[in-house]
């Protein structure tokens, strides 16, 4: 059974960068036709896909978020990992990661709360 | 990006009740469609998938339907453990995008 675990700090401080690990346990990172994504939820608020990486290391980032946004594998680890800069309060959220197959997410972390604020 | 909207937002229904949302996405994305469903303080749990298939495990009153913009998830028979809020979600286009979501209340 795959499972995934968030980790990193829960307070971040306006204009810093958020950085997060998911560890994936149960299989390897690097087996399957998988990619590993990062997904965020405000409090009392909707879905927002951030974006995903495939263990060839090719990203695809949304958008709205491209600027900002950094995820990377560590095959080794069987990690892979999300970089927010320049952080505001909008960013205050529920991070989750979660193994994507063909565009759906069967397996996700139990999410980590990062709040954004001085 | 790919627009999806879903209605209502919220409904409270009673135990036994047929219970139908709808989501809509803002330009064709065929049956590449997938329904969640979250619990307070849980990750989402994928129910459907490709518009109408029920991920293994679920309970066969969840089902799907629908292709191109329009698309239907009805619990036939509404149970206590269905609390929860229902998103679907594209993967026809990145990014992906998710509905809004239904909150689901035992009246």
């Known amino acids: 059974q795959v499972q995934l675990q968030e980790s990193g700090p829960g307070l971040v401080k306006p204009s810093q960068t958020l950085s997060l690990t998911c560890t994936v346990s149960g299989g390897s990172i690097s087996s399957g036709s998988y990619y590993w994504s990062w997904i965020r939820q405000p409090a009392g608020k909707g879905l927002e896909w951030i974006g995903r990486?495939?263990?060839?290391?090719?990203?695809n980032y949304n958008p709205s978020l491209k600027s900002r946004v950094t995820i990377s594998v560590d095959t080794s680890k069987n990690q892979f990992s999300l970089k927010l800069s320049s952080v505001t309060a909008a960013d205050t959220a529920v991070y989750y990661c979660a193994r994507d197959l063909g565009g759906s997410y069967y397996y996700w972390g139990q999410g980590t709360l990062v709040t954004v604020s001085s | 990006d790919i627009q999806m909207t879903q209605s209502p937002s919220s409904l409270s229904a009673s135990v036994g009740d047929r219970v139908t949302i709808t989501c809509q996405a803002s330009q064709d994305i065929s049956n590449y469609l997938n329904w969640y469903q979250q619990k307070p303080g849980k990750a989402p749990k994928l129910l459907i998938y490709d518009a109408s298939n029920l991920e293994t495990g679920v309970p066969s009153r969840f089902s799907g339907s629908g292709s191109g913009t329009d698309f239907t998830f009805t619990i036939s028979s509404l149970q206590p453990e269905d609390i929860a809020t229902y998103y679907c979600q594209q993967y026809d286009n990145l990014p992906r995008t998710f509905g809004p979501g239904t909150k689901v209340d035992i009246k």
């Open positions: 990486i495939y263990t060839s290391g090719s990203t």
